[in-house]
């Protein structure tokens, strides 16, 4: 064998194993790849409640094409609403209703269990700004006779605005 | 003249009386829990949706549940970023799935009694703009005024149109899921 064609040779199955590394690690991280942190994101929308309800209810359609994403990890959004109601869901997480009391729907705004701590200091009837990934839309929902509200998870409380 | 207008007066306390004591229309919930199970001899997948609505009106029998795709959570993320994709779920082109049911056996179910009932509920289930007949069975709770409703049964996904004939899909996703409702009530 000549020198060159050695050298063509290792050069080869430098970037064969190279290759196989590049791609290996990539299959591993896609496999294992960590969901996406919704309090660390970058915010792509800021707007009350009422105008996201009032969005959905005037053009669904075009609002769903607004917000979510054909993966699931949908428009990140920070809402201003009033505080309706507080409870909690069968995960444990505290679940906070932005709605006024002129709107047919609110936003309801699932947290996790890292960030609940954060809704014991607000109270009902307070005007708040929560951050949280949006799941689904507000609609009149005609089986359930009743409106539907906006779905948005993963929630933190961003600001409280105090009443004075 | 009197007597009139006492007799009006009585009657319309008894009728207040009874606007109040008579059943207040729809249970409503939105504290619930739906979760889907596959299970192959790779591996066993599970997702969890807590933010779905439900109501059951106890004079029809008329249970219906409204279920935000994008809410069902995976423990990996790219599986839950191929479930809400096109090829599986398209939840952005269907972003809500519907159970509308009836309560067949309603006169056997006490909502005002405390105990644990059969409840059989006939009706349809949409998943990704299909819609198909359903028949299954679920258990009511009833205890002090928490009325709870929890239910299990199949889904054979190629019904709704959800199909994989090739790779890591087909071999690792069931061709049949089981799905769990748990669901608790308040009246509106």
Redesign the interface.
């Known amino acids: 064998m000549t020198p060159k064609k050695k050298k063509i040779l290792k050069i080869g199955a430098i970037l064969l194993i190279a290759g196989l590394l590049i791609g290996g690690g990539t299959v591993l991280y896609?496999?294992?790849?960590?969901?996406?942190n919704v309090q660390n994101a970058s915010v792509d929308f800021s707007l009350s409640a009422s105008q996201l309800v009032n969005e959905y209810l005037e053009n669904p359609v075009k609002a769903?094409e607004k917000y979510?994403?054909?993966?699931?990890?949908?428009k990140i959004l920070e809402i201003t609403g009033t505080v309706a109601k507080i409870?909690?869901?069968?995960?444990g997480?505290k679940?906070v209703l932005l709605q006024e009391s002129s709107d047919k729907a609110g936003v309801?705004c699932?947290y996790t269990q890292e960030t609940n701590q954060s809704v014991s200091s607000i109270k009902i009837g307070e005007k708040v700004k929560i951050k949280g990934v949006i799941?689904?839309?507000a609609s009149f929902?005609p089986?359930?006779?009743?409106y539907?509200?906006v779905?948005v998870?993963k929630s933190s409380l961003i600001q409280q605005f105090v009443n004075f | 003249m009197k007597k009139v207008s006492f007799l009006v007066s009585i009657v319309a306390i008894v009728s207040t009386l009874f606007a109040f004591t008579l059943p207040a229309g729809k249970l409503v919930s939105s504290k619930t829990h739906i979760k889907f199970f596959s299970h192959t001899s790779v591996e066993d997948i599970q997702a969890n949706n807590y933010t779905s609505v439900s109501t059951i009106d106890p004079t029809t029998g008329d249970v219906v549940f409204s279920v935000p795709m994008q809410s069902f959570e995976f423990e990996k993320a790219l599986m839950q970023k191929h479930f809400n994709g096109e090829d599986f779920l398209d939840t952005k082109q269907f972003p809500k799935a519907k159970l509308k049911g009836k309560i067949t056996n309603l006169a056997q179910i006490n909502l005002e009694k405390d105990g644990t009932y059969q409840a059989n509920v006939e009706g349809e289930l949409t998943i990704k703009g299909v819609t198909k007949p359903i028949k299954e069975k679920g258990t009511v709770t009833v205890k002090g005024n928490k009325i709870s409703v929890q239910s299990t049964f199949n889904v054979t996904l190629a019904d709704y149109g959800i199909t994989f004939v090739k790779g890591k899909p087909a071999s690792n996703i069931a061709k049949t899921v089981e799905v769990t409702v748990h669901a608790e009530y308040q009246p509106e």
């Open positions: 896609m496999f294992n790849m960590p969901h996406r769903n979510l994403s054909d993966d699931g990890d949908s409870s909690d869901d069968f995960n997480q679940v309801s699932t799941r689904s839309g929902d089986d359930l006779e009743m539907d509200n779905v998870e």
